[in-house]
């Protein structure tokens, strides 16, 4: 009997400790002025995205990697055999060292008739020959009209100098040729202009390209867009930087893009605008994925509907209802839902009116009837 008299009063103090479970929030409904909206299909697409193609023929002599590597800015993506052009190179290499020596020695043949015309290291014979022109001919002939020695030695220093701009020239064209290779070489190698993501390859190792032909689709994954063409009537209230709702396809979680770009030109044929919108950084989509946006119709007037915290939501099958609140009822109501004012907030079509007061995070097992 003292047993049985101990585990009730155990029973009941742990009764009394137990918490008391705690009311159920409530929200009361109210009007928000809504203009009317129109949604529109866009695609998401990278940020930034380039289609690299070749620049020279040749065979494809090695591709960094796959679709979906990530890659630095300016590592070689893609590379032509270049084996043929650092062979030209060579020559032309060879050709300038030779223009740079005759340049050298027409110099020094123009120095030494500068400052030694006719020196004795041309003459034999110690010279003799040479000291007799010098002090007995060219003065004779001068004297007999047979000649003029200024204007031999002028003519000689101006061949000399004519030697000196021709091997320049010869030089110059060579370091141009090596330039123009060297260009050439470095059109062999496609790097990446930032740091990307292979999107695809255009191209395999092996394959003999001739320029103009795409070999790689690089994009910048980091940061991604919604690109959606909006009627031009509709253009009109959308400015850059205004922020609207959209959904993805991979999530029906409705998220927040930024007008980003608005095009200046309208498509002649399709009479739409091109228009991208920024999405938040990290968000799980990708290139080519479906996407949503609404655009506010400027032409159409406001419409006054009550808002509801979404988390108020309880579903029946595929129908949405909220639990309404009575005196001391609780009902469920069947309502159709609106368009979602932001990630908390969604409007009702029908089902609900202002002053209405509904349950918010209702209990998984909370229904209809008296409240206890």
């Not at 007799?132 to 009209?145: I, N, R, T």
């Not at 993501?197 to 190792?205: G, M, P, R, T």
């Not at 968000?283 to 979404?310: C, F, H, S």
Request: aromatic content about 4%; hydrophobic content about 40%; overall charge neutral.
């Amino acid at each position: 009997m003292l047993r049985h008299v101990i585990k009730i009063l155990s029973i009941a103090g742990m009764c009394h400790c137990l918490p008391a479970l705690a009311e159920t929030a409530t929200f009361v409904v109210e009007e928000l002025a809504i203009g009317s909206t129109i949604t529109l299909g866009g695609t998401v697409v990278p940020y930034k995205e380039v289609t690299l193609t070749a620049q020279m023929p040749g065979r494809v002599e090695s591709i960094a990697g796959e679709e979906g590597e990530h890659f630095a800015k300016d590592t070689v993506l893609v590379k032509i055999d270049d084996a043929e052009l650092l062979a030209k190179r060579r020559a032309a290499y060879a050709e300038m060292m030779n223009a740079d020596a005759a340049l050298r020695n027409a110099g020094v043949q123009y120095s030494r008739e500068l400052w030694s015309p006719d020196s004795m290291s041309r003459a034999s014979g110690f010279g003799l020959p040479n000291l007799f022109d010098q002090y007995f001919s060219k003065p004779a002939g001068d004297v007999l009209g047979q000649g003029d020695s200024q204007v031999e030695r002028r003519a000689q220093l101006h061949n000399f100098g004519t030697q000196i701009e021709q091997a320049r020239n010869a030089l110059m064209r060579a370091q141009s040729q090596i330039e123009q290779i060297d260009t050439k070489i470095r059109d062999a190698r496609s790097k990446a202009p930032f740091d990307g993501v292979i999107l695809n390859k255009l191209a395999e190792v092996g394959d003999t390209v001739q320029p103009g032909m795409p070999l790689i689709k690089f994009a910048d994954m980091k940061y991604l867009q919604v690109e959606v063409d909006i009627p031009a009537r509709l253009v009109t209230g959308v400015k850059v930087g205004d922020k609207m709702p959209a959904k993805l396809d991979v999530s029906d979680t409705p998220i927040e893009v930024r007008v980003a770009q608005i095009f200046p030109m309208a498509d002649p044929q399709r009479h739409t605008v091109k228009v991208k919108c920024d999405l938040p950084v990290g968000t799980r989509t990708g290139p080519g994925q479906y996407a949503q946006i609404e655009i506010k119709d400027m032409n159409a007037t406001t419409q006054n509907l009550p808002v509801i915290p979404r988390s108020s939501l309880i579903w029946r099958g595929s129908l949405p209802g909220v639990y309404v609140r009575k005196e001391d009822k609780r009902e469920l109501r069947l309502i159709r839902l609106g368009r979602d004012i932001d990630d908390k907030n969604v409007s009702v079509l029908s089902g609900l009116k202002p002053g209405d007061v509904i349950e918010v995070n209702p209990n998984p097992g909370a229904t209809s009837g008296h409240l206890n």
